[in-house]
């Protein structure tokens, strides 16, 4: 027998012999689903685990820290004047303000006040924002490479510029596991904001595993009467027929996976069993007629649905995290705000203040703060050069990564804190700074975890979030 030739046969044999095993942990997972649902990777954590779970608020297309949270009072004596070359340092620019022959400040339009006891400057964009300040730790110091949607979008999403690494949810459903047997581990929401209507586009690969285990992916809930597609029972299909189906794809799969020994048809059979079990916890997951209306109220859910949907997500965030859900995406459209800014910002404050801070009260008053890692905030800030032409009522602002402001809430963050500065022209920081990675490090120690310990062996190198950077911001926790 020639090498080759036994080589082939102990390669069979081997992938026979696991495929076995791979086949009894999928029928496993039919007779018990906690199989899957259970612990993952990370069942022994590295640390106390303070959040159980995450809920992130990501405002897609770049929120303005200089309209909204970083107040700088010497802007407005330097309100149209050029922006100096010492700030800016030849710091590169995208193509739609490389052009311009003048970068004139643009000084906030908007009033700012402290508040709370921490006495924490926010825009009177932001009222009810304002009346939790005492509850969230302000990141005024966030910063990033990416100076494009679709790249730094990626990079909050994945740690990593280029596409095809696995988003922070699914790296914590393979971590940390499921804690509910009948909801996916990782949820997704998308709504449209009032302000830039033709804003980016958000893609699935931003919620989804990459090289991971595709049982991990995001799952995406929809507005309307069906929240997942292909979850109900088509015309004719009953309860009795959809599972006697399932019983028969999975042990076609089952053969399958014996066959061949791919653990994506393991993945693809617990995908089908979840799928029939959110037939029955998904519609009274999404069923809000049990909630009061002063609930409804507090996070201004209007009957018209003039709320763009962002306020049902924040309360629907709400009941997933009472039920278990490990990762919760919220991703409300609308911050890009290259012209017009004064108008469109007006909107998407108006779409996200009132149920963002109706999510943390409420989730502090079921005692379900403490435990719930609550995140705010977009891919990177904005230029306080205007771009386009400056008017006393108008302006526009580019993107800005060097400095940018988030908020966080609970699951181990200390609360009524602002952390980092920057200087008097919101441009660049001088104390403090916070990296994405640094960000991500920072949460999943929250959540216990070792950010260095979290990998995932692919193409012979151990990948993780933070890839291979990341610092915990121990001054962020409580």
């Known amino acids: 027998m020639t090498p080759s030739l036994s080589q082939a046969i102990a390669r069979r044999q081997f992938l026979g012999r696991t495929a ?10 039919l007779l018990n689903p906690q199989v899957f649902a259970g612990p993952g990777a990370h069942s022994t954590l590295q640390f106390p685990a303070k959040a159980k779970r995450v809920i992130y608020l990501f405002m897609s297309g770049g929120p303005s820290h200089i309209d909204l949270f970083d107040y700088k009072p010497k802007l407005a004596d330097y309100n149209n004047t050029e922006l100096p070359g010492s700030v800016r340092m030849g710091q590169r620019i ?19 006040a402290q508040h709370g006891q921490s006495g924490a400057w926010v825009s009177e964009l932001l009222p009810h924002t ?27 999403q994945t740690g990593s510029q280029q596409p095809g690494r696995p988003s922070f949810g699914a790296w914590l459903s393979y971590g940390l596991g499921s804690a509910n047997e009948n909801l996916p581990a990782f949820i997704v929401m998308i709504s449209q904001g009032s302000g830039n209507k033709t804003d980016q586009p958000i893609f699935s690969r931003l919620w989804g595993s990459g090289f991971i285990p595709s049982e991990h992916q995001g799952v995406r809930f929809r507005s309307g009467d069906d929240p997942v597609l292909y979850l109900s029972n088509p015309p004719g299909i009953d309860s009795d027929s959809r599972r006697r189906m399932l019983d028969g794809i999975g042990q076609l799969n089952e053969i399958a ?9 393991d993945a693809r059979i617990a995908q089908y069993e979840m799928a029939y079990r959110m037939q029955t916890s998904v519609p009274d997951l999404t069923d809000l007629s049990s909630e009061s209306k ?21 309360l629907l965030a709400r009941r997933m995290a009472e039920r278990g859900v490990r990762f919760i995406q919220l991703m409300h459209r609308g911050w890009d705000q290259h012209s017009s800014l004064p108008k469109q910002i007006r909107g998407q404050c108006s779409d996200v203040d009132q149920p963002a801070a109706a999510l943390i009260t409420d989730l502090k008053q079921r005692g379900l703060l403490d435990e719930t890692l609550v995140i705010w905030g977009g891919e990177f800030g904005r230029t306080v050069y205007s771009q386009g032409a ?14 940018f402001t988030m908020w966080a809430a609970g699951g181990g963050m200390k609360p009524g804190v602002s952390w980092g500065e920057t200087d008097d022209y919101c441009y660049n920081i001088v ?44 001054g962020l926790m409580a």
Do not use: W
């Not at 076995?20 to 997972?29: C, E, I, K, P, R």
């Not at 996976?257 to 048809?265: K, R, V």
């Not at 990296?435 to 012979?460: E, M």
């Open 20 to 29: 076995t095993g791979f086949g009894t942990a999928a029928l496993a997972s």
């Open 94 to 112: 995208t193509g739609m303000t490389a052009g311009q022959k003048a970068f004139p400040c643009a000084a906030p339009i908007f009033k700012f």
């Open 130 to 156: 304002a009346k939790i300040v005492d509850d969230i730790a302000i990141i005024k110091s966030m910063n990033t490479e990416a100076i494009n949607h679709d790249p730094a979008t990626t990079f909050l």
């Open 257 to 265: 996976s014996q066959a061949y020994g791919d653990p994506e048809i």
């Open 294 to 314: 002063e609930t409804l109220d507090m996070y201004g859910i209007k009957d018209d649905g003039v709320d763009g949907g962002f306020a049902r997500n924040c």
């Open 390 to 403: 400056l008017t006393a009522d108008n302006y526009g602002r580019d993107h800005h990564g060097r400095c």
């Open 431 to 474: 104390k403090d700074p916070v990296h994405i990675h640094d960000l991500n490090a920072t949460a999943l120690r929250c959540l216990g975890i070792d950010h260095t310990k979290l990998t995932y062996r692919f193409q012979g190198r151990d990948f993780r979030l933070t890839d291979i950077h990341g610092t915990v911001v121990d």
